[in-house]
């Protein structure tokens, strides 16, 4: 059972598996290349997690054979997708909303590596009616 603190506390953890793949790696680099540090830094600090994880999409009680995936699925309760632009689009927020609905995820974090700084301006963490109601 998850509660409040215990995702608060795994969010934490993941901006500052960010923000130390951001400061070893700077600023500047492909997508590809920040998933492959997330996923050493995430392993380096024993948070368990599924790495391009095929997201389930199930129309009219039938599921759909697709080929949408998020980036991280951490701990099976949030997720995270990593982006490497210039400016943040209204189409990423969607993505991960969706992302997290298909998911039942209670929280998700979206983190932009192409900033100066991940905490104050590269990452944004939203959470859902599953986490509203955790104790």
Request: net charge negative; with cysteine; proline share 1%.
């Amino acid at each position: 059972m998850y509660t409040k603190k215990y995702l608060d506390e795994l969010t934490y953890e993941i901006i500052g598996a960010a923000i130390e793949v951001h400061k070893t790696m700077g600023k500047g680099l492909l997508e590809s290349v920040y998933h492959q540090c997330m996923k050493e830094e995430l392993s380096h600090r024993k948070i368990n997690f599924l790495t391009e994880m095929k997201v389930p999409i199930i129309y009219k009680n039938t599921e759909l054979t697709t080929d949408f995936r998020c980036d991280l699925f951490i701990e099976d309760c949030l997720v995270v997708e990593l982006k490497s632009v210039l400016e943040m689009n209204s189409i990423f927020e969607a993505q991960l909303l969706t992302y997290m609905k298909l998911l039942k995820a209670h929280k998700e974090i979206i983190i932009n590596f192409n900033c100066f700084n991940i905490f104050k301006e590269g990452q944004k963490t939203y959470v859902n009616e599953y986490f509203n109601l955790l104790s």
